[in-house]
C-alpha cells in the first residue's frame, strides 16, 4: 500500500520484526493512501501547502552554513568575492568563485537533489489530480503545481545542460537528459500558459499572499524570462508585458529600496513570489521551524568578517551578528556602480564607501559612536575628527582581509530587525525573493531591445534608474546600457552568472577577476594608530604564486556538470559539452 507521507524509520522497524503478515495491512496512523487520498478540494489544498513547504525547504533551505540556491549560483559571478577568512575558508563551496570543482563536487549533487526533489513533489498534485480536477480548487492546486514545476525547469536548465525533463511522476523508469535547453524553456513557457487561466491575480499591491502562492503574474514571469532564454524574444515580450503593466505591482520608491532584502520588505507591491519564511513550532522547534525554514547561520557566511573588524563585527544599526566576510563586492565593479549611481539610493543599499562604513551614523552606525562618561550615560556624540581617530572601530586585521576591499557590500547582510531570536541572531527570517517586478521590468526591456523596440525599452529602464536615484539616467539604450543597469540593479540576486553565459561574455568577465585577490587594510591599523580610519587594498594572486592557474574554460565552465552520482546509479544519463571530456 503506497502512502504519501514519509515512515522509513517505522518501515524498517517492522521488516526487523517477526509477526504475523496479517498485522502488517493495519492503516498507519495519521497517513492516507492515494487510494482516498486527492479527492476532494481539502486535499487540494493540503497537497499544495506539503508542496510549498518542499519548495522552501529544498529550494529555499540551507546545508548548515551555506544555501545551495543562494551561495553555489551567487558565487559563481564575476562580481562577488567568494571572502572568509582567508584562502582555505569555505573550500567546498568557494571552489565556484573559482572555477575549481568538477562533477565529484558534493554541493553541485546537493543542489541537483534540491531541484529534483521540488519537481516531484509538484508532479505529485499534478499525476494525482491531472484530469480529475473538476473543481476551481483543484485546478487552482494543479496549476500552481505546474507553474512551481516550470520554475524548476527553469532554474535546473540555467544551472545544468541538458539536465532531465521530469513532466510526470516517475515510477520505475530512469530520466534521460532532455533534448536542448531550449526543449526545456519552451516546456516552462506551455505550463506557464495552459496554467494562466486557473490562477487567481494578485489582489492589489497590499496582498501579501499573493507574494508567496503561485498566481497568474508569478506564472507571467517564468514563462517570460524561460522565452527569453530560449530566445524566443516575441514571446518573452507578450509574457511579460501585461506582468509590468498590472495594477498589481509597482516599484518600491526609492527610499525603501533597501527594504526589499530585510524583513521590512516582505510581501511588499514590488515582490512577486517569494518563499515566506516562519517560526514553526509544531515542527519541533528551533530545529524544525526557524532553523530548517530560515538562512540559518547562512548570515554568518554573509556578514561581515566578525575578527577582522573592531567589537566583532556587530553594528547596532546595519549588522545583527559578527560573521565570516563570505560574499564580498568585487571593487572593480564597485568603483564602476558607485561612477554610475552616486549617492544613489540603491548604490547605498549594495555597498558603502571607507567614509560612509567609518562615519555614517545613519548608513553605518558604531557602538562607540555614543559619547559615555565615566558611568557608562551617554553624553553626546563623537565628533568626526573623534570618530577618525577612534580605537573602537575599523579593521584591525593588519595582514589584510581576505578579498575584500576599500568597499563594505551591506545587500545580503543579515539587520537585526531580520533576525529569529527565538533561534538565535544569525537566522534570517527575511523571505527568499525568486522573483521582483524590477527584474521583470529588465527582462522586458531586454526583449523589446531584441525585438526592435528600444523606446519601450528605454521607459523600463529609466523607471529602474529613478526609483535607484542614480546620477546616470540614459537618454537612449542598447544592449550594454541593459547589461549594466542589470547589474547595478541586481547584484548578488542570482542573475549575474546566467546572464553573462547568454549574453556570450562569461569568458572575457571571468578573465578580468580570476586571482585578482584584494586584500583590505584600515590605515588607523597599520600605521599603529597614527592615521585617521580610512579603507585601502592592494591586489594578490594567491593561485598564480602557488604555481596554479585558474580559468573559464568555453564550452565547458558556463554549466555545472551533472554530478557524478547521479550518473553511477543512472546509464541512461550522460555528461555533456566540456564535461564529458
Not at 104 to 132: E, M, R
Not at 154 to 177: G, R, S
Amino acid at each position: 500500500m503506497k502512502k504519501i507521507l514519509f515512515y522509513a524509520a517505522a518501515l524498517s522497524s517492522l521488516m526487523l520484526a517477526s509477526c504475523d503478515e496479517d498485522r502488517l495491512e493495519i492503516e498507519q496512523k495519521a497517513t492516507s493512501s492515494t487510494g482516498n487520498f486527492y479527492k476532494t478540494d481539502a486535499d487540494a489544498e493540503s497537497a499544495a501547502t506539503a508542496m510549498y513547504a518542499t519548495y522552501i525547504g529544498e529550494i529555499g533551505g540551507n546545508e548548515g552554513i551555506w544555501s545551495a540556491y543562494l551561495t553555489l549560483i551567487n558565487y559563481s559571478a564575476d562580481d562577488i568575492f567568494a571572502a572568509g577568512g582567508d584562502i582555505n575558508d569555505h573550500a567546498d563551496f568557494r571552489i565556484f568563485n573559482e572555477f575549481r570543482y568538477d562533477a565529484t563536487s558534493g554541493c553541485i549533487g546537493t543542489l541537483y537533489n534540491h531541484i529534483y526533489k521540488a519537481i516531484y513533489s509538484a508532479n505529485l498534485i499534478i499525476h494525482y489530480f491531472g484530469d480529475n480536477a473538476d473543481t476551481p480548487a483543484k485546478k487552482k492546486a494543479v496549476a500552481e503545481a505546474r507553474v512551481m514545476r516550470a520554475w524548476a525547469h527553469m532554474f535546473a536548465a540555467q544551472v545544468f545542460y541538458q539536465p532531465p525533463l521530469v513532466d510526470h511522476l516517475i515510477t520505475n523508469e530512469k530520466p534521460t537528459n532532455a533534448e536542448s535547453q531550449k526543449a526545456i524553456f519552451d516546456f516552462c513557457v506551455k505550463e506557464c500558459e495552459a496554467a494562466m487561466a486557473d490562477l487567481p491575480e494578485r489582489q492589489g499591491q497590499g496582498d501579501k499572499e499573493g507574494t508567496w502562492r503561485v498566481t497568474k503574474g508569478f506564472a507571467q514571469f517564468v514563462a517570460g524570462k524561460s522565452a527569453l532564454f530560449a530566445g524566443d524574444n516575441a514571446k518573452a515580450v507578450s509574457m511579460l508585458k501585461p506582468l509590468v503593466e498590472s495594477s498589481n505591482y509597482a516599484l518600491v520608491p526609492g527610499e525603501r529600496f533597501r527594504d526589499l532584502f530585510h524583513v521590512e520588505g516582505d510581501g511588499c507591491e514590488e515582490k512577486i513570489f517569494e518563499f515566506n519564511y516562519t517560526t514553526n513550532t509544531a515542527l519541533g522547534g528551533v530545529w524544525g521551524g526557524s532553523i530548517q525554514r530560515g538562512r540559518w547561520m547562512v548570515a554568518n557566511v554573509f556578514n561581515w568578517r566578525g575578527d577582522d573588524i573592531a567589537g566583532g563585527g556587530t553594528n547596532p544599526r546595519i549588522c545583527s551578528t559578527g560573521g565570516w566576510g563570505g560574499g564580498s563586492i568585487n571593487q572593480d565593479f564597485a568603483h564602476k556602480m558607485l561612477e554610475n549611481d552616486g549617492d544613489s539610493y540603491r548604490r547605498k543599499a549594495t555597498f558603502l564607501t571607507s567614509d560612509e562604513f567609518f562615519y555614517d551614523e545613519d548608513l553605518c552606525g558604531w557602538k562607540s559612536d555614543d559619547k559615555k562618561d565615566a558611568d557608562g550615560n551617554v553624553i553626546g556624540k563623537l565628533t568626526r575628527a573623534e570618530k577618525e581617530m577612534d580605537p573602537n572601530r575599523g579593521i584591525t586585521k593588519t595582514a589584510g582581509s581576505f578579498s575584500r576591499s576599500d568597499v563594505m557590500e551591506v545587500k545580503m547582510m543579515m539587520h537585526p530587525k531580520d533576525a529569529d531570536l527565538s533561534v538565535g541572531d544569525n537566522c534570517n527570517n527575511t523571505n527568499l525573493c525568486l522573483a521582483r517586478l524590477g527584474e521583470a521590468y529588465l527582462l522586458y526591456a531586454e526583449a523589446c531591445i531584441a525585438s526592435g523596440n528600444n523606446a519601450e525599452a528605454l521607459k523600463y529602464i529609466n523607471a529602474i534608474q529613478n526609483r535607484a536615484g542614480s546620477k546616470t539616467v540614459s537618454t537612449s539604450v542598447d544592449l550594454k546600457v541593459l547589461q549594466d543597469e542589470k547589474q547595478y540593479e541586481m547584484w548578488f540576486e542570482g542573475c549575474r552568472y546566467f546572464d553573462i553565459v547568454r549574453w556570450g561574455i562569461a569568458k572575457q568577465c571571468y578573465d578580468a577577476v580570476l586571482d585578482n585577490i584584494p586584500l583590505q587594510f584600515d590605515e588607523y591599523w597599520t600605521s599603529g594608530q597614527t592615521k585617521p580610519h580610512k579603507l585601502t587594498y592592494t591586489i594578490h594572486h594567491p593561485f598564480a604564486n602557488a604555481g596554479i592557474t585558474l580559468k573559464f574554460e568555453e564550452g565547458k565552465n558556463e554549466y555545472f556538470p551533472i554530478p557524478q552520482g547521479v550518473l553511477e546509479v543512472n546509464d541512461q544519463m550522460h555528461q555533456v559539452r566540456g564535461w564529458a571530456k
